[in-house]
């Protein structure tokens, strides 16, 4: 809106600032974490008189949790709000990569709140039918993979880019679709997976936002793509003032968030988020980077998947519980030992994904 604003206006070098995509990421950061620092406190007070007993607790889970009942979920409507409020206010409005994923976003943000308000409504774990949020997710997915590859150059549509290997592109044809829905569905299982300490997924999908709205300015500027041997995509620079908002919308929420938490993301936020992730990689080609940034949410959700085609088949568990941070915390590892630990890997990896950029 801001950008519109400053092409109609003969304000000189002020409204100018508007013009570039770096000044407009700092605003929205900004803007997404003080909106997210003023109406965090009334949203957490709401959720709790509306909620009642908050986030039903596993029965199943580690001790430690049941200490956590009461406190509400849904927090990632804070972290949602924020994030579109300054996304619509500071990013230019006519970049289709920009509502590509703001669509996934938002989608699967609405698919985690019916999850959410199930969970809570009946007072059980259970929520909406996994069956049932897969399909919704993959439709969502659909959608968003087929709309980016439509926006994507034509030597670029339909094709995967590999990382460290200078201008390879296979040209997967029509598979790329599913192929890009499974990413982006993944992403946001993972993410959601993740979601099971105070501040644990909060911070890995901040560094994982940082990181993926760098490399979506790098390739969209055709300087920067020349140098480091990259596939220009032009217009994805804009996805920086996503996920700086994202960024912004995320500290906010993590100072409610951090132990004890005085409210939960819920699948609100983390399919919400995860989705995000996905949907960025998808449409910077630079799916398989996310996994290298992403690889913690990648463990977690492989510790899920391990777990139970080990226990079907053999009627034993290789984790203690999984996710395997819960194996952690059934081992004597504290909440907070395990999230700082956590957070320090998220770090290294996203720094490991970056270096992908130069190494060609």
Do not use: C
Not at 71 to 93: E, F, K
Not at 95 to 101: A, E, M, S
Not at 291 to 315: D, M, N
Request: proline share 4%; charged share 15%.
């Amino acid at each position: 809106m801001l950008y519109w604003i400053s092409g109609l206006s003969d304000g000189g070098d002020l409204f100018n600032l508007f013009r570039y995509i770096t000044m407009r990421s700092g605003g929205a950061f900004f803007t997404a974490l003080i909106f997210a620092m003023i109406f965090g406190r009334p949203l957490i007070d709401m959720l709790r008189r509306r909620q009642g007993k908050g986030q039903p607790i596993r029965d199943d889970g580690p001790e430690t949790h049941f200490a956590k009942a009461g406190t509400p979920t849904m927090g990632g409507l804070l972290i949602l709000t924020a994030l579109l409020v300054s996304t619509l206010l500071w990013a230019r409005l006519d970049n289709p990569y920009v509502w590509i994923v703001m669509f996934v976003t938002f989608g699967y943000g609405l698919i985690g709140f019916a999850d959410d308000y199930a969970k809570v409504s009946k007072s059980n774990t259970k929520g909406v039918s996994s069956r049932v949020r897969l399909a919704l997710g993959f439709v969502i997915a659909f959608i968003a993979s087929l709309w980016a590859s439509m926006v994507h150059p034509d030597e670029l549509s339909y094709t995967l880019a590999l990382p460290v290997f200078k201008d390879v592109l296979f040209n997967m044809s029509f598979f790329f679709i599913p192929f890009a829905m499974i990413v982006i569905v993944g992403a946001a299982n993972a993410v959601n997976l993740t979601d099971g300490l105070d501040g644990l997924a909060i911070m890995p999908v901040m560094i994982a936002s940082g990181t993926l709205g760098a490399i979506a300015y790098v390739v969209g500027r055709v300087d920067f793509t020349e140098y480091l041997g990259l596939h220009y995509v032009p217009g994805t620079g804009e996805i920086l003032v996503f996920t700086a908002a994202l960024i912004g919308g995320g500290l906010g929420f993590l100072w409610y968030n951090a132990p004890p938490a005085a409210v939960f993301m819920g699948d609100t936020g983390s399919l919400a988020l995860g989705g995000s992730l996905g949907a960025i990689a998808v449409a910077t080609k630079h799916e398989i980077v996310l996994a290298i940034v992403g690889g913690l949410f990648v463990v977690e959700a492989l510790s899920v998947i391990i777990q139970v085609a080990y226990f079907k088949r053999t009627g034993k568990r290789v984790f203690l519980m999984a996710p395997i941070h819960h194996h952690y915390e059934k081992k004597g590892w504290s909440e907070p030992t395990i999230v700082i630990r956590f957070w320090i890997i998220s770090l290294v990896l996203a720094l490991i994904g970056l270096a992908t950029l130069k190494l060609r």
